[in-house]
C-alpha cells in the first residue's frame, strides 16, 4: 500500500508540474492562479501547497525530475555500455512525454514554443531553474562517477561531463525555443550530446 500511495504522490506532483507549465505557456506565469492549476488536476489549492511552495517551483520541478532520471537511468543501464552513448540513451528518454502529458496535451506547436519563450524568461523561473539545474548536476555527477570508477568529489572527470551534459541540454532548449532552428529536441539534443562525446571539434 505505501508503494501505491508513493506512485500516487508521483503522478499528483507530475501532473500539478505539467498544468502548472501548460497554463503559463498558455497564459503567461502573472495570469495564472494555483486555483487555476490545482483545478486542472482536480485537486485543492491546499494539495497543490503541500506539494510546492510556488508556481515557479512547480514549473522547475518537471525539469529537475527529468534531469534526476537522467542520473538514475545511467546507474541502471548496461554497464558495458559506452559512457556517452547511455547518457544520449537516458536523455533522450525523458524528452518522451508521460501520462499527464498525454492527459493534458499541449497547444499547436507554433504557439507553444512562443509561450515557453515567454515563460522561460521570467526570472523567478529562470533561478528556480539554476537551482534544480544544480541538484541534477550532482546527481549526475555521481552517477557518472560511478560508472567511470572516479570520485564525484576530487575527481574533475564526472563533475566536468555532468556539467557538460547540463549545458548541452540548456543549450539544445534554447535554440529550439528561441527559433533559432527547425531541428526537434530530439534531434537537438543528442547531437549536441555527440559534439561533446568527440570531444567539441572545431567545425
Known sequence: MSGLRERKKEATRAALSWAAIRL??????????????????GVSPRTFNNYFSSKAEAI?????????R??????????DEPLWEAITRAALRQLEPGPEVREMPPQEPADWVAGLRVMLAEPVLQA?????????????????????????????????AAASV???????????VQGGT???M??????????????????
Open 186 to 203: 530530439e534531434v537537438l539534443l543528442p547531437r549536441a550530446l555527440g559534439m561533446l562525446a568527440a570531444g567539441l571539434p572545431t567545425p
Open 24 to 41: 503559463t505557456v498558455e497564459r503567461g506565469l502573472n495570469a495564472v492562479k494555483v486555483e487555476d492549476i490545482a483545478g486542472a488536476v
Open 60 to 68: 522547475a520541478f518537471r525539469y529537475l525530475e527529468r534531469s534526476l
Open 128 to 160: 528556480e531553474m539554476l537551482r534544480a539545474g544544480k541538484i541534477a548536476e550532482k546527481e549526475l555527477a555521481a552517477a557518472i562517477a560511478d560508472r567511470t570508477g572516479t570520485d564525484p568529489v576530487s575527481d574533475l572527470y564526472p563533475r566536468l
Open 70 to 79: 537522467v542520473a538514475a537511468d545511467l546507474r541502471e543501464g548496461p554497464s
Open 166 to 176: 547540463m549545458a548541452a541540454n540548456s543549450v539544445a532548449t534554447e535554440l529550439f
Open 182 to 184: 527547425q531541428e526537434p
